[in-house]
């Protein structure tokens, strides 16, 4: 098995940042969404749930193709940071927010759904704060949905491909990530280093879905 280059190890630093940002951005908008979700009756719901777990049929290319067009200069995106924001690190992180969307809104929104609304209706008759009781009452009872939340989306940005270099190409050091570097270390033929990012991803999956599947266990969600 190769050793990692300064590249590859600047593609895994990338990698974790984008990763890390994601998630960040996804609990942000994603929470209210997801608890929306779970609790409204609205007819536009089903559209929605639709629109949200697209990007797991979807071809990353496709999902690619139309972010790309948008953040171009002549995109809604572009045009509204009067810039490109195509292949930069910015976004980098505004097309893998959509790509990994499903994977942080849908646990979130299966644990609320099984928290129910009597834990903050309870919170509210003692004269909670809506934020105060969301935040000290109903988040620790999904800590589940919220710790699978994150290990997932943390996940599934790390193995991005498709949209990744579509969107950010492969300029190091700004949005090379470990997924391109092993295409490229395979298009020239250099197995030995792609074997060894490629193992690292392997068992780096593995110990992930480990952990979803010790957390459902260990963090069961129990509403008295």
Do not use: C
């Not at 990692?4 to 940042?17: E, G, H, K």
């Not at 979700?37 to 990007?55: D, G």
């Not at 959509?98 to 099984?114: G, T």
């Not at 008759?125 to 009872?141: G, H, M, N, Q, Y």
């Amino acid at each position: 098995m190769g050793a990692l280059t300064d590249l590859d190890l600047s593609a895994l630093w990338v990698s974790m940042r984008l990763a890390t940002t994601t998630v960040i951005v996804l609990l942000i908008v994603g929470t209210p969404l997801a608890w929306w979700l779970a609790h409204t009756r609205s007819r536009l719901r089903p559209i929605i749930e639709a629109a949200v777990a697209l990007p797991i049929v979807l071809p990353p290319t496709v999902l690619g193709f139309y972010i790309l067009v948008a953040l171009g200069p002549h995109g809604p995106l572009g045009r509204f940071a009067n810039f490109s924001l195509a292949f930069t690190f910015t976004g980098l992180v505004i097309a893998s927010v959509f790509y990994s969307m499903p994977f942080v809104i849908q646990p979130l929104q299966s644990a609320f759904e099984a928290v129910g609304k009597a834990p903050l209706e309870a919170a509210w008759s003692l004269r909670a704060s809506k934020l105060d009781a969301f935040l000290t009452v109903v988040s620790p009872i999904a800590l589940r949905g919220y710790i699978s939340a994150i290990v997932l989306g943390f996940a599934h940005t790390m193995g991005e491909f498709g949209v990744v270099l579509m969107v950010g190409g492969s300029i190091p050091g700004q949005t090379r990530v470990l997924s391109t570097t092993i295409f490229e270390h395979v298009e020239v033929m250099e197995y030995a280093q792609a074997h060894a990012i490629s193992a690292f991803m392997l068992a780096f999956s593995f110990l992930v879905l480990l952990a979803v599947y010790i957390t459902n266990r260990r963090f069961p969600i129990h509403v008295s």
